[in-house]
């Protein structure tokens, strides 16, 4: 069985005046490779009619037939297999009635349910209801692309997956990207009503979504986000160069490249951020209007955001997204908003504090007084981050005292800085900006050197580029200024540290990260 694109049917959703049968062919001719006949009003001998008649189209595409609940309909039509929901026929029972050859699969919503499926030994579990969808009257909650993360986590390997529920062209790549297991594992496939099935040309429809859904399920880096090939930034660039090296480098390039980056931050932090994007050689725009979002995101480089719902645009544009959630753990608001925020748009980083990590982490080790942290701090640094990165499929950067990276894989820590940025304001949110700053510069770099178009999801990348690279330049560019603002004879206490802080970003160069930064390469 190949999963890829499994087609549900669902004749009440054709467009008016469509004929079943028709849609049904083209949309095989599009590349479905697997088809639930699914009937809900039909009496059973209408059913058998229509099960029938589909197993012959699709036989002539050598394409397996699977039916909805019915097993007498199944055995009647002699179907490849049957589809079981929670509260069908026992799986045990339905596997007695069925050939010993059947295929049966079952719907899941929660890990546990993916437990048991796994100790009965289903042959595949359809998990969602992913989105929002019209489809069918949802008696579950939406689980978003966590929770298919989740149930993947629970599910023994040897169980195949299609995610199914509201899955569009539009957030296809979010489902198969956000949809991925702690351990690497993603969907075998997509299962689709309406966005083939309401199409008014479902060969081209299916056609887009299997080309989606192979550059994932077939992706040459399984477990990497950002696959680590060596970027030819500049001649200074070699692929082997060390961290510190390439760091310095990108600090250089950034300001010849002027990266346009936009941010959408804290009226405390926005000209403090506006202030040090320019420092950086970068360019900042500050817009926030809801209607302009979608042409920005082609224009800029890079968005940094606090809280906002506008992330979409930036993954539509593949543009390299800053997820900053300030306080998130503070209010039961904001850890609502942040949830639902990364069940919908796919960061490309996320920095936050202990706290803020903690609470996204929902781990209690440290907790919020407004945006400060408070507790013993983490006992691990490296694996919350690490682990966080890995659920969340981004890089994750956790201020502090020491700051550490990670993507999931490796972990960096960097130990550059100065008290003085901890007593002014808005010093995590420069953080963001530098980070977004270099996340723009990389995007730009990797665009114009291997000749990636602008959008390019065929290789199932959200963004093209080395973001770790971005992400551990970010903080070392404010910590290492920061470091030098206070050595300054001038600068007395934090009144004096801020502007003394804008001058040594503005004059930081490649040699004074290569002489102070404190780079180590955990893992
Ligand atoms: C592939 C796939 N996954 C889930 C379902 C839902 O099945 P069920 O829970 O039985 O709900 P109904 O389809 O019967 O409404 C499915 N049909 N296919
Ligand atoms: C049949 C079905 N089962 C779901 C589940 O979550 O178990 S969601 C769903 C409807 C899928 O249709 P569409 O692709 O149009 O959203």
């Known amino acids: 069985m190949d999963y890829s694109l499994y087609l549900v049917t669902g004749r009440h959703l054709l467009p008016p005046g469509v004929d079943y049968y028709e849609s049904l062919e083209e949309s095989l001719k599009g590349g479905v490779t697997v088809v639930q006949v699914r009937e809900k009003t039909e009496d059973t001998r209408a059913f058998v009619e229509i099960a029938k008649r589909t197993q012959e189209i699709c036989s002539r595409y050598k394409v397996p037939v699977i039916i909805n609940d019915r097993i007498d309909v199944a055995l009647a039509i002699n179907a490849v297999g049957v589809h079981l929901g929670q509260t069908d026929m026992p799986y045990e029972t339905a596997r007695q009635l069925l050939p010993e050859s059947a295929v049966i699969g079952l719907s899941v919503s929660s890990p546990e349910e993916a437990r048991t499926a796994s100790k009965l030994g289903v042959d595949y579990v359809g998990i969602g209801p992913i989105w929002w969808t019209t489809s069918k009257t949802l008696q579950k909650d939406v689980i978003g692309v966590r929770g298919v993360g989740a149930i993947l986590s629970a599910l023994s390997p040897q169980i195949k997956a299609v995610g199914i529920g509201g899955v569009k062209q539009n957030n296809l790549i979010r489902t198969l990207h956000g949809g991925v297991a702690v351990s690497g594992r993603g969907l075998d496939g997509i299962a689709v009503i309406s966005e083939i099935v309401s199409s008014p040309d479902p060969c081209t429809t299916a056609q887009r979504l299997l080309r989606t859904i192979l550059s994932f399920i077939e992706r040459p880096f399984p477990h990497f986000l950002f696959p680590p090939w060596p970027l030819p930034f500049s001649p200074t660039h070699t692929p082997n160069a060390n961290l510190t090296q390439r760091v310095a480098s990108l600090i250089d390039d950034t300001r010849s490249l002027t990266p346009l980056v936009h941010q959408i931050t804290n009226a405390v932090a926005m000209t403090q951020s506006a202030n040090v994007t320019l420092a950086l050689g970068a360019s900042p725009i500050m817009a926030t209007a809801p209607a302009e979002m979608e042409d920005l995101s082609k224009a800029t480089s890079a968005l940094l955001v606090n809280f906002g719902t506008i992330g979409h645009s930036a993954n539509r544009s593949g543009k390299p997204l800053v997820f900053d ?22 960061a490309t980083v996320i920095k936050g504090n202990a706290a803020e990590i903690g609470a996204l982490s929902g781990l209690k080790e440290v907790t919020s007084r407004g945006v400060d942290s408070v507790g013993p701090g983490f006992s691990d640094p490296g694996e919350v981050v690490k682990a966080l990165a890995l659920r969340e499929r981004c890089i994750v950067v956790l201020t502090g005292a020491d700051d550490w990276i990670s993507d999931g894989q490796s972990i960096i820590k960097c130990s550059n800085g100065n008290l003085l940025l901890a007593g002014i304001t808005a010093s995590g949110c420069i953080v963001g900006t530098a980070i977004a700053t270099y996340c723009g ?44 603002a206070a050595e300054r004879p001038d600068v007395h206490g934090t009144g004096t540290f801020l502007p003394a802080l804008i001058d040594e970003l503005g004059r930081l160069a490649p040699n004074h990260i290569l002489a102070r930064a404190k780079v180590a390469h955990i893992t």
């Open 325 to 346: 959630p300030v306080a998130v753990g503070a209010t039961t608001h904001r850890q609502k908003t942040a949830h639902e925020l990364l069940n919908t748009w796919q």
């Open 441 to 484: 510069a990389i995007n730009i770099l990797t665009r114009k050197h291997s000749k990636v178009p602008a959008v390019d999801h065929g290789n199932g990348r959200l963004v093209h580029g080395d973001m770790l690279l971005a992400s551990v330049t970010g903080v070392l560019a404010i910590t290492v200024a920061a470091e030098m």
